[in-house]
């Protein structure tokens, strides 16, 4: 009798364990869903093209939401769908400011970034897209003066971040139906919005995209001349131009 009863209570309170679990990846898929849905929303706004992101999942216990497999189109007329694709990408928040006006943001990781540079005669995928964050950013900052900061990126949260890196990164540089692959240094930016008021949405998306804007287009130029060689032949001229993209000295 006595080992029916206790037999009795393991079996309920396994029961209630496994209910327990399974609440709580629901609870880590549903508050992923809801993120991944945001950012969906918001980051065409302020890229001007469409983002995909795989899987989103929240963990409530680290304050910790890892995306898989997120990708940034390209603008139309390019040649490859994406301009970035983020193999993994890691955001811890402080628990305590969801509740507050400012979110404070410790750390991001994006691990495995591959940046598809696309050079045409008169602009590249990248400048495009970076003309699309500053209008962005421009109607964000104005709004902000006003106190309407919803109105642009549809939330008026304020944020800060403490540190953003891209590690195991790589830029293909694409000129001329002509492709080469480079590795890209590690970016690191930190103390992002730390003023009292905090960092708007387009602020924060402006800061990040021009440390890798400005990255990339490094790696870019530097391979001019490599590019050149395999498709022109011509490649003190190519290198002249793709500098003259990125608002670098050309060659007199």
Not at 74 to 103: C, H, M, Q, R, W
């Amino acid at each position: 009798m006595e080992q029916a009863k206790k037999s009795k209570w393991i079996k309920i309170g396994a029961g209630v364990l496994i209910t327990l679990v399974i609440l709580m990846i629901i609870l880590m898929l549903s508050i992923g869903m809801i993120v991944k849905g945001s950012v969906q929303v918001v980051l065409p706004k302020i890229t001007g093209t469409p983002c995909d992101i795989g899987l989103c999942v929240f963990n409530p216990f680290e304050g910790r939401v890892s995306m898989n497999n997120f990708r940034i189109g390209n603008p139309e007329g390019y040649t490859e769908k994406n301009a970035f694709k983020l193999g993994k990408l890691i955001l811890d928040v402080g628990l305590s400011s969801l509740t507050k006006d400012k979110i404070i943001i410790e750390e991001i990781t994006i691990d495995n970034m591959v940046v598809d540079f696309e050079a045409k005669l008169t602009a590249t995928n990248l400048t495009t897209i970076k003309s699309n964050v500053d209008k962005f950013t421009k109607k964000d900052v104005e709004t902000k003066t006003q106190g309407k900061e919803k109105e642009t990126s549809g939330t008026s949260k304020k944020f800060q971040i403490d540190k953003f890196k891209f590690i195991n990164s790589k830029v293909v540089v694409g000129f001329g139906g002509q492709t080469v692959e480079v590795p890209l240094a590690d970016i690191k930016i930190e103390q992002i919005g730390t003023s009292p008021e905090g960092a708007t949405v387009g602020e924060v998306a402006n800061k990040i995209f021009m440390a890798i804007y400005e990255s990339a287009s490094k790696t870019a130029a530097a391979q001019g001349m490599h590019l050149g060689d395999i498709s022109t032949g011509k490649a003190s001229e190519l290198l002249d131009s793709v500098k003259g993209l990125f608002g670098g000295e050309k060659k007199k």
